[in-house]
């Protein structure tokens, strides 16, 4: 069940995008006309990072459950695009993964500047036309300590822009799938780990074409890009 109310993520089932099965139908549709522009080739569909940051693979890291003592204090899932327009002050929509103690944000320090990985997804009609050009950053700020000790995140959010064409309407959404953190260090000194998931979904009157990008950010600044891919 979709929760959307502050509440710790070592118990939540996993969140997804929930979305109507209908493309969109604000514009009339004439297939023998429009069908090449209003059909996305799927091929031309790329995810790209525009940054040069470094990546950590994926087998290096060794997840230790926090047995709920590291927490999210926010958002598991929130709409950052819909029908190609930002619904929401993304701003303010984010997730952390903070210890249990703290009452208020003065007993913690340590935090780092904010760090951001940005990628670039275009696409392409069937009539060679680029048709999609979305760019967004997943941010994050790292580092925070507790009593001295630990690596947490917090703000961790995606801010996009987007640019399509006439006829073309996309939607994205960010999740932190379930158990979406965990703790990358120890028990004595934990190190906050989250999963972060986004879904995007490009859709006409003839068609309906789904993907998503998986990251991994951890309270020592380590970013890694899990895998993207697309139906």
């Known amino acids: 069940m979709l929760r959307r109310i502050p509440l710790a993520l070592a118990a939540l089932t996993a969140a997804a995008p929930v ?10 549709c004439v297939a023998s006309t429009n069908s090449e522009y209003l059909t996305l080739d799927k091929s031309t569909i790329r995810t790209k990072r525009m940054d040069e940051a470094p990546r950590t693979s994926m087998a290096a890291l060794t997840t230790v459950r926090s047995a709920g003592q590291i927490i999210n204090t926010a958002l598991k899932l929130w709409k950052i695009i819909e029908d190609n327009r930002p619904v929401v002050n993304v701003n303010t929509q984010y997730a952390t993964a903070l210890p249990k103690g703290p009452k208020h944000w003065t007993d913690m320090g340590g935090w780092k500047s904010p760090k951001g990985a940005v990628y670039e997804l275009t696409a392409k009609n069937l009539a060679g036309i680029e048709v999609v050009h979305v760019r967004y950053q ?8 507790y009593r001295g000790k630990g690596q947490y995140l917090t703000a961790v959010t995606v801010q996009p822009t987007v640019k399509v064409d006439w006829g073309y309407h996309f939607d994205m959404d960010a999740s932190i799938p379930d158990p979406g953190i965990v703790n990358v260090g120890t028990p004595a000194d934990p190190v906050a ?4 998931e986004l879904a995007w979904r490009v859709s006409t009157c003839l068609m309906d074409s789904r993907g998503k990008g998986l990251y991994f950010v951890r309270g020592d600044g380590t970013f890694t890009d899990v895998g993207a891919g697309s139906d």
């Open 19 to 28: 979305w109507s099965g209908e493309a969109p139908k604000k514009e009339a």
């Open 138 to 145: 997943v941010l994050r700020t790292y580092g925070g300590r």
């Open 193 to 196: 780990g989250m999963t972060v």
